[in-house]
């Protein structure tokens, strides 16, 4: 069982950043073999991909691409998601993923709120 738990969502204006941060009940050298991910999920749509980060590299969703930064601390066993120039569009619930090879595992999500 991996247990992951997001923290960082908040309330944020339009234009405004966040900071999310992710940490996983793993060992170093069990964490580093998990590929890190981000999605997001908004009121009637699919939950979407928006970053990914492994040791191949990293991948963002074309609509936060140059806006948000993922990266991952080993040591930590964190990964985090930088957002900037936040849009009413980035509005939703963003929950940490760690994969690898037929495991997938959940956190229980934290919420962004993107208004004015």
């Known amino acids: 069982q991996v247990q992951l738990v997001e923290s960082g969502g908040d309330l944020v204006q339009p234009g405004g950043s966040l900071s999310l941060s992710c940490a996983a009940s793993?060992?170093?050298?069990?964490?580093?073999?998990?590929?890190m991910n981000w999605y997001r999920q908004t009121p009637g749509k699919q939950r979407e991909l928006v970053a990914t980060?492994?040791?191949?590299?990293?991948y963002y969703a074309d609509s936060v691409k140059d806006r948000f930064t993922i990266s991952r601390d080993n040591a930590k066993r964190t990964v985090n998601l930088q957002m900037s120039a936040l849009t009413l569009e980035d509005t939703g619930v963003y929950y940490c993923?760690?994969?690898?090879?037929?495991?997938?595992?959940w956190g229980q999500g934290t919420q962004v709120t993107v208004s004015s």
């Open positions: 793993l060992s170093f050298f069990t964490f580093i073999t998990y590929t």
């Open positions: 980060i492994d040791n191949s590299g990293i």
């Open positions: 993923n760690a994969h690898r090879r037929t495991e997938d595992w």
